[in-house]
């Protein structure tokens, strides 16, 4: 079974610093794929950056960037330069790949971010 | 917009009712994904159609059932409904399988009182 462990509750942060929203998780699967989603208070899931498995380097999405660690089943979200905007709640998500199976997104609990001005 | 239409957005109704949920997927996506969105449960994989056929089920009650039509739109029907059931309620859809891009729609955000 998949299962994805998001620590933090809520995390605050000043306007305009970077801040780091921890994501670590847990598959037997060879083959897999992370997935950070935000969703604000009106309810969207907004897709943000993903990362394969197999990728080498980090992904990166304008201010979004993917701090993957595979040995360390680690996918950090790192937003860069906050914004008032960025407040919301934050779900890390992955996808296994099963042969034949169904590309189902396996969600973390979420967590809260405040992007304090 | 992000191409992937649900209606109603909100949808209020009393116990034991039934309703149905519709999703219009992104032009061109084959797959459609439920998800249930609850507090205490967090976001739930609920079940995965891909061209018409059920790919995939997942934490969906009986009471629960859903279809995907061959204009590739979906509707997930609830029944017998609880308080319990009031959740958002997410459908989503991809290209087909084996591809990574998921596209989330609004949500239905359903209260039963």
């Known amino acids: 079974a998949q299962k994805i462990t998001q620590t933090q509750p809520g995390m605050f942060v000043q306007e305009k610093e970077a801040v780091t929203l921890d994501c670590t998780y847990d598959?037997?699967?060879?083959?897999?794929?992370l997935f950070w989603y935000k969703q604000p208070s009106s309810g969207e899931m907004i897709f943000l950056i993903y990362?394969?498995?197999?990728?080498?380097q980090n992904a990166t999405e304008g201010r979004y960037s993917l701090n993957f660690q595979k040995a360390r089943k680690s996918a950090n979200l790192v937003i860069s330069a906050s914004q008032l905007g960025d407040s919301a709640m934050y779900f890390c998500a992955m996808r296994p790949w099963p042969q034949g199976g169904s590309e189902k997104l396996v969600f973390g609990k979420g967590t809260k971010l405040t992007v304090n001005p | 917009d992000s191409g992937v239409t649900q209606t109603p957005k909100h949808l209020i109704t009393a116990t034991g009712q039934r309703v149905t949920l519709r999703c219009s997927p992104r032009s061109g996506d084959l797959s459609v994904y439920w998800y249930q969105q609850s507090l205490d449960q967090g976001l739930q994989f609920l079940i995965h159609?891909?061209?018409?056929?059920?790919?995939a089920k997942g934490n969906i009650l009986e009471r629960f059932s859903a279809q995907q039509f061959p204009d590739l739109h979906s509707e997930l029907n609830l029944s017998s409904l609880e308080l319990g059931d009031s959740a958002l309620y997410f459908c989503?859809?991809?290209?087909?399988?084996?591809?990574?891009?998921?596209?989330f729609g609004s949500g239905t955000r359903l209260t039963v009182v």
């Open positions: 159609y891909y061209n018409g056929e059920e790919r």
């Open positions: 990362q394969g498995s197999y990728d080498q």
């Open positions: 598959t037997s699967d060879p083959s897999y794929g």
């Open positions: 989503a859809s991809s290209v087909a399988t084996g591809g990574y891009g998921y596209t």
